[in-house]
């Protein structure tokens, strides 16, 4: 009996990959000739994939060849303790530098300690508990949803947008070719072809107010890479000419920043003194500036000259304010 089950859930997996690499579908000969299987087996497979595992098939043409409905299944993954416990990990730091509640994250994070042993399950759901008591404002699980589903089925996306300068709202067709998470920002972003700009372009995906997957197909270009085109980026800020950004860190903060690889193209030295530099490749340097000032006067800026001019300034007015006391005290 253990056999069939063990037999009959390896084919079901089996069956949910073939299905879902093939969106023109299989026949059920396909299926029952790769699988081994009669026909009639095939058969009361695909009715336990829609009434019992929920996963949603249609079937075209004469014989019919069944297939996966974009965007509303991915088949099932073994893994490892290791692997739980890098998405944990991922979902843990996700948790913390996100500003928007988002119910997909939850869920996923629900699932995940299904599989967990108990002895780390618990600690998902105190995370689970943390974000959902954090559940203020607008849920993004909407907009998320949409632009994946126009990430992963290739189809334009129409959205309302508001920029952070602006109080009006513009609509834009999108093309997305990228979703990243910044962890400098705490926001999501998406990345792709707009309208208008007629060129790529970057969207906060807190800022953008509605979304509405169309028909409309597209291609992402062969050469375009995500994970590249921020390669010299120090967040999401991309485009423009590689700057060198230096640094000088005093020796209180020299061991925190040579434990930690802050940017792929990192130079760090260390200094007579106890402390260390640090030079980075980036583009848009003042995107760093939140991290440099987070560092206090355990760090000064050597170059470039305008980076370092606009820290004195910030420094001047800091002082300016904090020199003065409380207003109103």
């Given at each position: 009996?253990?056999?069939?089950?063990?037999?009959?859930?390896?084919?079901?997996?089996?069956?949910?990959?073939?299905?879902y690499?093939?969106?023109?579908?299989?026949?059920?000969?396909?299926?029952?000739?790769?699988?081994?299987?009669?026909?009639?087996?095939?058969?009361?497979?695909?009715?336990?994939?829609?009434s019992?595992?929920?996963?949603?098939?249609?079937?075209?043409?004469?014989?019919?060849?069944?297939?996966?409905?974009?965007?509303?299944?991915?088949?099932?993954?073994?893994?490892?303790?290791?692997?739980?416990?890098?998405?944990?990990?991922a979902?843990?730091?996700?948790?913390?530098?996100?500003?928007?509640?988002?119910?997909?994250?939850?869920?996923?994070?629900?699932?995940?300690?299904?599989?967990?042993?108990?002895?780390?399950?618990?600690?998902?759901?105190?995370?689970?508990r943390?974000m959902?008591?954090?559940a203020?404002?607008?849920?993004?699980?909407?907009?998320?949803?949409?632009?994946?589903?126009?990430?992963?089925?290739?189809?334009?996306?129409?959205?309302?947008?508001?920029?952070?300068?602006?109080?009006?709202?513009?609509?834009?067709?999108?093309?997305?070719?990228?979703?990243?998470?910044s962890?400098?920002?705490?926001?999501?972003?998406?990345?792709?072809?707009?309208?208008?700009?007629?060129?790529?372009?970057?969207?906060?995906?807190?800022?953008?107010?509605?979304?509405?997957?169309?028909?409309?197909?597209?291609?992402?270009?062969?050469?375009?890479s995500?994970?590249?085109?921020?390669?010299?980026?120090?967040?999401?800020?991309?485009?423009?000419p590689?700057?060198?950004?230096?640094?000088?860190?005093?020796?209180?903060?020299?061991?925190?920043?040579?434990?930690?690889?802050?940017?792929?193209?990192?130079?760090?030295?260390?200094?007579?003194?106890?402390?260390?530099?640090?030079?980075?490749?980036?583009?848009?340097?003042?995107?760093?500036?939140?991290?440099?000032?987070?560092?206090?006067?355990?760090?000064?800026?050597?170059?470039?000259?305008?980076?370092?001019?606009?820290?004195?300034?910030?420094?001047?007015?800091?002082?300016?304010l904090?020199?003065?006391?409380?207003?109103?005290?």
């Amino acid at each position: 009996m253990s056999d069939r089950i063990q037999n009959k859930a390896g084919r079901l997996s089996a069956l949910s990959h073939l299905l879902y690499r093939n969106p023109n579908g299989m026949t059920v000969s396909e299926l029952a000739e790769i699988c081994h299987v009669t026909k009639r087996t095939i058969q009361r497979d695909l009715r336990t994939f829609e009434s019992t595992m929920g996963v949603p098939l249609t079937a075209m043409g004469d014989p019919p060849r069944y297939s996966i409905i974009k965007g509303g299944y991915l088949p099932p993954i073994r893994l490892s303790l290791d692997d739980a416990i890098a998405l944990y990990l991922a979902g843990r730091l996700l948790a913390r530098q996100a500003d928007a509640y988002s119910q997909p994250v939850l869920t996923a994070l629900s699932k995940l300690a299904q599989i967990l042993p108990e002895s780390i399950s618990g600690h998902v759901h105190d995370t689970i508990r943390e974000m959902a008591q954090q559940a203020q404002g607008r849920d993004l699980a909407p907009i998320l949803t949409t632009l994946a589903d126009g990430w992963a089925s290739r189809r334009e996306v129409e959205i309302r947008y508001q920029s952070i300068g602006s109080q009006n709202v513009h609509g834009y067709r999108l093309r997305p070719y990228f979703i990243e998470a910044s962890g400098e920002s705490r926001g999501f972003y998406v990345i792709g072809w707009a309208s208008w700009f007629n060129k790529v372009n970057t969207f906060r995906i807190e800022r953008i107010l509605e979304a509405r997957l169309t028909s409309t197909p597209f291609e992402i270009p062969e050469e375009f890479s995500g994970p590249e085109l921020l390669r010299s980026a120090w967040g999401v800020m991309y485009g423009g000419p590689e700057e060198t950004v230096e640094l000088r860190f005093a020796a209180a903060a020299s061991r925190r920043v040579q434990e930690t690889v802050w940017h792929p193209s990192q130079v760090l030295s260390c200094t007579p003194d106890g402390g260390c530099t640090l030079q980075v490749r980036v583009t848009n340097p003042i995107e760093m500036l939140p991290w440099i000032q987070s560092w206090g006067p355990q760090v000064e800026v050597l170059a470039p000259l305008y980076l370092r001019e606009t820290l004195r300034a910030s420094a001047a007015r800091l002082a300016a304010l904090y020199g003065e006391g409380p207003q109103g005290a």
